[in-house]
């Protein structure tokens, strides 16, 4: 076998000095433009980390203002500090998404005996109750993407319910959530339990993302591999999107593997701009795994037309294809059916609809008279077969976590 293939794995790169600085997983030691956020968590927190019963807080901000990193650089922080008296856990409900996998999650960080025995939720509930307990400790749980926890106001409820039953100590919630719209699914008393104290993350403007590009562009390229023009066009991309510091970062890595892939050795406005238009599609993909079940089979139906559909070409638009709302309306039906799924009424299905434009992943338009009445027509803003294998990745991967529970 020639060993061509893989002697682009020893090749040293002339752009990277360090790619892991450039990854949206990677958490800077200092985050910019952010201590009054930073200052504000830790203040609400205050009573907790003095082992008083404090405020529950609830952090609000557009996807890449932030918010995670903040947190993960707070808890760090805390947890060096000697005089703490209470404890903290992150805790990702993107992975732990229901009330079941959150306590577990305590069990398993704190009290790990208990973790493997198959306890039911009664159970592992007292064992935290006791622990808190047995010095008057109060435990701060960070709750990130609270928002796809399934059984959000039992889990509330349950955590809440704690405080009534401790004698010492206690518990407090930091819920951290990106969906604005979060609010209005949830029961009045949970509302009112998590939003004690509120934090906004506004988006970053331009200059500001310019700066944190900055920063990482020169831990993470070589020296003099990228210019101050191709940072600023990256930071204006993602401004003009978002705010979003990690599409910035992505348009930024992508752009340095292109000129990697191509031997080039700097970074230019074209590799960013080349770049930007990847890393929006990638985001959309990611976008799409976050999405609630029916939103996301409504996707998969508009995908699996458009990837059949040429009978819905419409002709004055070229190659486009769009698509009948009533059409992907009945696939929908039709999927989630053959999925044991009961499919949402067609008044949900428009409103759905209306959010998955706002989102960005489809276009509609008004048809004129003429075509079949008034109708909507539906177009897919990114390629139909990725959206369709995006989504069977993740339902397959949502069934088998069903059939492991
Ligand atoms: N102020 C900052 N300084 C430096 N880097 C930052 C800053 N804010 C965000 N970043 C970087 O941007 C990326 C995304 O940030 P983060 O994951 O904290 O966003 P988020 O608000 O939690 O987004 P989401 O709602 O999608 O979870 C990370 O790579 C992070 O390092
Ligand atoms: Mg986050």
């Not at 009534?164 to 699914?185: E, M, R, W, Y």
């Not at 989102?359 to 048809?367: A, C, D, F, M, R």
Request: charged residues 30%.
């Amino acid at each position: 076998m020639s060993t061509e293939p893989f002697s682009s794995l020893f090749k040293e790169s002339k752009i990277f000095q360090n790619r892991e600085v450039l990854s949206p997983h990677f958490v800077p030691a200092s985050l910019l433009f952010r201590d009054k956020q930073i200052d504000d968590i830790v203040k609400s927190l205050n009573p907790s980390l003095r082992g008083e019963r404090g405020r529950n807080l609830f952090v609000y901000g557009k996807t890449g203002t932030g918010k995670t990193s903040c947190m993960k650089y707070i808890i760090d922080k805390i947890r060096t500090l000697p005089v703490v008296k209470a404890k903290i856990i992150y805790i990702n409900c993107r992975i732990h998404n229901s009330r079941y996998r959150v306590l577990h999650k305590i069990i398993s960080d704190y009290l790990p005996l208990y973790a493997k025995k198959g306890y039911g939720i009664v159970d592992i509930y007292e064992k935290v109750i006791n622990w808190i307990e047995e010095d008057g400790k109060v435990l701060v749980v960070v709750l990130d993407e609270i928002d796809v926890v399934k059984d959000l106001d039992d889990l509330v409820y349950t955590l809440t319910r704690a405080n009534t039953d401790i004698k010492s100590g206690g518990i407090t919630i930091v819920g951290i959530s990106n969906k604005i719209s979060f609010k209005d699914a949830l029961d009045p008393r949970s509302l009112s339990t998590l939003y004690e104290n509120e934090l906004v993350f506004p988006p970053y403007n331009s200059n500001e993302l310019s700066a944190i590009l900055k920063d990482r562009a020169e831990k993470g390229f070589k020296k003099g591999v990228i210019d101050q023009s191709a940072i600023n066009l990256a930071a204006a991309i993602a401004a003009k999107d978002s705010g979003d510091a990690r599409l910035a970062l992505k348009i930024l890595s992508k752009a340095g593997e292109i000129s990697d892939e191509h031997s080039l050795d700097a970074v230019t406005t074209k590799e960013v701009s080349d770049a930007s238009k990847y890393a929006e599609e990638e985001i959309a993909y990611e976008l799409v795994n976050t999405l609630p079940e029916h939103q996301k089979l409504i996707i998969y139906a508009i995908s699996m037309l458009s990837i059949q559909g040429s009978r819905y070409k419409r002709l004055s638009e070229g190659t486009d294809t769009y698509l009948f709302s009533g059409d992907v309306y009945n696939k929908y039906s039709q999927i989630s059916e053959s999925l044991q799924k009961e499919p949402k009424s067609s008044r949900w299905y428009r409103k759905y609809i209306t959010d998955l434009e706002m989102q960005g992943l489809i276009n509609t338009y008004e048809s004129g008279k003429g075509i079949r009445g008034h109708t909507k027509l539906i177009k897919l803003a990114y390629s139909p077969e990725k959206m369709k294998d995006t989504i069977e990745k993740t339902l397959l991967r949502e069934s088998e976590a069903e059939v492991g529970k």
